[in-house]
T-cell receptor, first 109, second 117 residues
Framework: AQRVTQPEKLLSVFKGAPVELKCNYS??????LFWYVQYSRQRLQLLLR??SRESIKGFTADLNKGETSFHLKKPFAQEEDSAMYYC???????????FGGGTRVLVKP | GAVVSQHPSWVICKSGTSVKIECRSL??????MFWYRQFPKQSLMLMAT?????????EQGVEKDKFLINHASLTLSTLTVTSAHPEDSSFYIC?????????????FGAGSRLTVL
């Protein structure tokens, strides 16, 4: 079975401060990890995926297989980063995504 | 870019009636679509995988006779909530895989909010 855990339901930071969203997963095989974001009144959209190893909107995430984690980080949060963030996992050979519980990020001015 | 459209965006119905929600891929073909359910302030829960031209694959605990899925074309999947009850009230979201097989990148619809009175 595959499972994704996001321990923080809410993260509140000031503009310009670093932000880190934690994500831990459980999967017996080789997973693909994703971060999806949902801005207010918008649909869920892909933020980044671990195999791309890219930075999107200043966010980065590194897959740590030893710790089974895929934490999302941004060194300087902006107000427009306020949104709901979901970590998701896809097992090998399929597109089925398992989502974590989500973390709401609130960036205060 | 790839767009997934859902209709209706919200619907209110009486208990005991059936409601159909459509999910369309607007500028690409989707052999596989996914239906999720989201309760308030909770995460997305996968209900079923919709396969074009074949039966849907339901997740454990999801009643296939309650949530009928039809994927008759490469651009349309429908979810019908049969004999709806207030506990079926929820936000239903569909998604489709974009890109080459195994790409695992999903594009999501805007969701359909169902309220059963």
């Amino acid at each position: 079975a595959q499972r994704v855990t996001q321990p923080e339901k809410l993260l509140s930071v000031f503009k310009g401060a670093p932000v880190e969203l934690k994500c831990n997963y459980s999967y017996s095989g080789s997973p693909e990890l994703f971060w999806y974001v949902q801005y207010s009144r918008q649909r869920l959209q892909l933020l980044l995926r671990h195999i791309s190893r890219e930075s999107i909107k200043g966010f980065t995430a590194d897959l740590n297989k030893g710790e089974t984690s895929f934490h999302l980080k941004k060194p300087f949060a902006q107000e427009e980063d306020s949104a709901m963030y979901y970590c998701a996992l896809s097992g090998s050979g399929g597109n089925k995504l398992t989502f974590g519980g989500g973390t709401r990020v609130l960036v205060k001015p | 870019g790839a767009v997934v459209s859902q209709h209706p965006s919200w619907v209110i119905c009486k208990s005991g009636t059936s409601v159909k929600i459509e999910c369309r891929s607007l500028d690409f073909q989707a052999t596989t679509m996914f239906w999720y359910r989201q309760f308030p302030k909770q995460s997305l829960m996968l209900m079923a995988t919709s396969n074009e031209g074949s039966k849907a694959t339901y997740e454990q605990g999801v009643e296939k006779d309650k949530f009928l899925i039809n994927h008759a074309s490469l651009t349309l999947s429908t979810l019908t909530v049969t004999s709806a009850h207030p506990e079926d009230s929820s936000f239903y979201i569909c998604s489709a895989s974009v890109g080459s097989s195994g790409a695992n990148v999903l594009t999501f619809g805007a969701g359909s909010r169902l309220t059963v009175l």
